[in-house]
């Protein structure tokens, strides 16, 4: 505690969901006072294009924490910043770039907590890639920023378990709690000596945005490798495919052994699967353009003799 008898000053960095259990973690902890939190600005979202603030700054504002959001880190954030007592910052699903100024500002620098062990999937997709490669095993590491993207010195690595059902949506939550769970005691290790950063290899894998272009199923690839994509893209963005002309959302699928012609739709007692490359997918839950979600049987008892036509080829 400090001498205010006040817990170790922080600041916040982050924006997404995956950074609000840390937010909560740390600002219920006695050890830590989080002084400010920083965040991106509020975005157009939903079907009416409502402005809503990021997650972070609504778990901020229910705990009464300062909230500063900004689109940058330039000169605004720079003298909303420069006052604050802070001897460390941790940062997680940020979204902005750190710039130097603010790796120095406080006397510990910028804990990093990203969902993936680095240095694989350095980049703002690490959770994606872990599930559309076929990962078995990733986790949650906590590291130091520096001016390169997630390639700082690591002060600690949690291993973790993928599940052969999990979607980006499930994964995220469960690493995010790993890393709620973690936080407080690394960081206290980390600011008192007892762990020391060990640099990272220079070489790592790279996990970009996944591009709109690869949200479309494309049949001529396999099954096992389209279920991955459906998983992967769920929540948000989701998987595509065209179907009569109008867009599908393609929000569960289950991969099969059956085997026909790529694009052909398959009904058997109720059930619609799709042939693939190599195998069939079984679309379990769909979304149709301007429709509710709905299983894959009620699409078709909805859409009618489905059984034989072949999806449209993507854009």
């Not at 997630?150 to 999990?166: C, N, Q």
């Not at 495919?241 to 012609?261: D, K, Q, V, W, Y």
Request: glycine share 10%.
């Amino acid at each position: 505690m400090s001498e205010a008898g006040r817990g170790t000053g922080l600041i916040f960095l982050g924006s997404g969901s995956f950074a609000v259990p840390l937010l909560n973690a740390l600002a219920s902890d006695c050890r830590w006072s989080v002084e400010c939190v920083v965040t991106r600005p509020d975005a157009r979202a939903g079907r009416g294009l409502a402005r809503r603030e990021s997650p972070v700054a609504s778990a901020a504002s229910g705990l009464g924490i300062e909230v500063f959001k900004t689109a940058g880190l330039g000169a605004e954030a720079r003298l909303r910043l420069g006052g604050i007592h802070a001897r460390a910052a941790v940062a997680a699903d940020f979204g902005l770039r750190i710039p130097r100024w603010v790796l120095d500002l406080p006397e510990k620098g910028v804990v990093n907590v990203h969902p993936s062990l680095l240095p694989r999937y350095r980049g703002p997709s690490p959770v994606a890639w872990t599930i559309l490669n076929g990962d078995r095993e990733t986790g949650v590491t906590f590291m130091l920023t520096d001016e390169g993207w997630d390639t700082g010195p690591i002060l600690a690595a949690i291993p973790h378990e993928v599940r052969l059902d999990d979607t980006s949506g499930s994964l995220a939550q469960r690493l995010s709690s790993i890393a709620s769970l973690n936080i407080s005691s690394i960081l206290e290790d980390y600011i008192s000596g007892r762990i020391k950063p060990c640099p990272q290899p220079v070489e790592g894998t790279r996990a970009p945005i996944v591009p709109p272009c690869d949200r479309w199923l494309r049949w001529n690839m396999s099954a096992e490798v389209l279920e991955r994509r459906v998983r992967a893209l769920q929540p948000e963005p989701g998987a595509l495919a065209l179907f009569r002309g109008r867009r599908i959302e393609i929000c569960r699928a289950s991969s099969t052994s059956s085997e026909g012609p790529p694009g052909r739709i398959s009904v058997s007692r109720g059930a619609v699967s799709v042939f693939c490359g190599r195998g069939a997918l079984e679309l379990l839950e769909v979304r149709p353009e301007s429709r509710r979600t709905m299983s894959g049987r009620s699409f078709a008892a909805g859409y009618g003799h489905l059984d034989g036509e072949v999806m449209d080829a993507p854009p």
